[in-house]
């Protein structure tokens, strides 16, 4: 639907401002009003900013948590924030010039670049928060098993930063042949899934069961199972 308007602005482009467009941008506003969590990728860094709803002379207010400075630098300068053409969020300074510029690319989730410094990704406060919560439940000793129970493999999956959103997971000594020959170095949480990654760009997705299990898909005879230890 949200694409649909944005490519009915895109053929009714006049100087007058469509009903279409003026109803996307409200609803994107309306949308963004609440508290949002300001971050590097890989969530070192994080910042939590307030969008507001109410106007001021150089666009609608916001709110900057007392560490946000410190922990990101260039929000220092961010003083209010606006809607900018069919599908930008603008954080801007008080001439209104941009500070970061925000596209959705998931649902929820926002990306922006700041040149010479990288991708900051802007979510859903208590999005981020349950994230990352999840995260840190997956963190610690996990066991292989096969259908019939038998442990096939120990591996930890840690926090440690391994660049691209991933951290580093190892293998334990005595690993099934198959298992150690994919070994997995890298690990993730994506939508839903646990993704274990070797050097070699080999990936293997896990999903959770109805059991509180996690089974690789796609599923098979003799599937392979991970559990938390």
Partial sequence: MKHAALLACALLAMPAVSPVCAQDAASLKQEMIGQWELSTTDRSKTCVVTLKGDSTSHGLKLALEPGCAAALPFTKDITNWSIKGLDIVRLQDAKEESVLDFTEVETGIFEG????????????????????????????????????????????????????????????????????????????????????????????????????????????????IMLRQ
């Avoid at 610690?140 to 440690?160: F, P, Q, S, Y």
């Fill in 113 to 224: 670049v700041r040149p010479n410094e990288g991708v900051y990704i802007l979510q859903n406060l208590a999005a981020a928060r349950s994230l990352a919560k999840s995260m840190d439940q997956m963190i610690g000793d996990w066991a292989m098993v096969r259908g019939d129970g038998n442990t096939v493999c120990g591996l930890t999956l840690t926090n440690n930063d391994a660049g691209s959103d991933n951290f580093q997971v190892f293998l334990k000594p005595k690993c099934d042949p198959v298992i150690a020959a994919f070994a997995p170095t890298q690990w993730r949480l994506e939508r839903g899934q646990i993704l274990l990654m070797s050097d070699r760009g080999e990936t293997w997705h896990f999903e959770a069961d109805d059991n509180a299990q996690w089974r690789l898909v796609p599923d098979s005879a003799d599937p392979l």
